[in-house]
């Protein structure tokens, strides 16, 4: 399949793409980010999730954002679609964003607790489909304004609201606030994004567009699910 979508030539591209992302993961994380970060004042619990909730910020709301949107909205659509058969493109956007997703995978299975049970496989599943959405609108974004700074900024905006939301869950035991006002913004924003993936890649390339329209109807149906039982329990 993938030969039919991709010219001669796209598995050096992904082996060059590929370094240049890990070179670039080792500096921005284990150089650059490590020294910011240091180490904790002391391993005394209060002192310990200080640190933790320092990195954490740290990694997903100031590096994130700024490093992957570098990488893929920038770099891997541009690169990749450099190699795209004629009339693929579509196809081809279509796998990097979901290339964006799965890299995201092994850290949200360690923090579901490296198991695997049909509950956390559909919440795996959700949330790979969210950042599919977020990674496609990025870059229609990017496309249509020319600026990575607004990408960036979305990346921030929701990876901002989405670590503190967490950092207060934690502190009370995992169990949503009923009308908590973060809970509900982060549920709109993720219909917003799959709402918006899915009318880009439709207005660009219309049968990718349409083959994206199932995966967004269940994931707007998930979030207004979870918002009526949330609002009424």
């Known amino acids: 399949m993938l030969a039919k979508i991709f010219t001669a030539g ?30 904790p004042k002391s391993y005394y619990h ?3 999730i200080h640190w933790q909730r320092k990195a954490s910020f ?3 709301v ?14 891997a659509y541009a690169s990749f679609l450099r190699y795209a058969a004629p009339g693929q493109e579509g196809w081809v956007i279509f796998f990097v964003g979901l290339f964006f997703a799965l890299l995201h995978f ?16 559909y919440r795996l599943f959700k949330f790979q489909l969210d950042r599919l959405f977020f990674s496609l609108t990025a870059f229609f974004i990017y496309q249509l304004t020319g600026q990575l700074i607004v990408t960036i900024l979305l990346h921030y ?45 439709y207005q660009a390339y219309p049968l990718v567009g349409l083959s994206l329209l199932p995966f967004a109807i269940f994931s707007i149906s998930d979030y207004i699910y979870w918002h009526r039982k949330t609002a009424t329990a």
């Open 58 to 60: 740290l990694g997903a």
């Open 106 to 121: 092994p850290g949200d299975f360690q923090r579901m607790g490296r198991r695997l049970t049909p509950w956390i496989i």
């Open 10 to 39: 796209w598995l050096v591209n992904v082996l060059l793409f590929g370094l240049v992302f890990l070179l670039a993961q080792h500096v921005v994380y284990q150089i650059i980010f490590r020294s910011l970060v240091g180490a």
């Open 157 to 201: 905006l929701i990876n901002g609201i989405v670590s503190v939301y967490n950092f207060d869950l934690e502190d009370n035991g995992w169990m949503p606030t009923k009308g908590d006002g973060r809970l509900i913004l982060i549920r709109l924003i993720n219909i917003g994004l799959a709402f918006c993936a899915v009318y880009f890649m």
């Open 62 to 75: 100031i590096f994130a954002p700024l490093f992957e949107e570098w990488m893929f909205t920038y770099l």
């Open 46 to 48: 209060k002192d310990l």
